[in-house]
């Protein structure tokens, strides 16, 4: 799937989203690229690409989630982001390069893994 130019989100799982798979797709030039937000459990994305978006890969309050292979660069804030909550994730062989401020950042969340990912020129 290709989700691109939407004033908010490109994919947006909302509110008890659980055990959904995101895999092969591509958002750009959106507000975030990909959203999980509010009380979303064991979601796995893999192998997603965001790009040119304010956010590319944004979590927040949710929890168990896996964020695999993924490649969120050239964002216009950051590239992959755990917010508010996001606990106990795991973030592994992502790449995250080129984003206006941040690769991948980490804010009130905790118990997270992350592995073997990538971040330059942030």
């Known amino acids: 799937n290709t989700a691109y130019s939407n004033s908010e989100n490109g994919i947006y799982l909302y509110y008890n989203s659980n055990n959904n798979t995101l895999t092969n797709n591509t958002v750009y030039k959106n507000k975030l690229g990909i959203y999980i937000n509010f009380y979303n459990i064991r979601n796995t994305l893999i192998s ?13 309050l949710s929890y168990n989630n896996n964020i695999i292979n993924n490649i969120a660069n050239s964002n216009n804030v950051t590239g992959i982001y755990l917010y508010y909550n996001s606990n106990n994730n795991t973030l592994a062989n992502n790449t995250a390069n080129s984003n206006t401020q941040r690769g991948i950042y980490l804010s009130s969340s905790l118990y997270n893994k992350i592995t073997n990912n990538t971040a330059n020129n942030n």
């Open 48 to 60: 997603n690409t965001a790009y040119n978006n304010r956010v590319g890969i944004n979590l927040e």
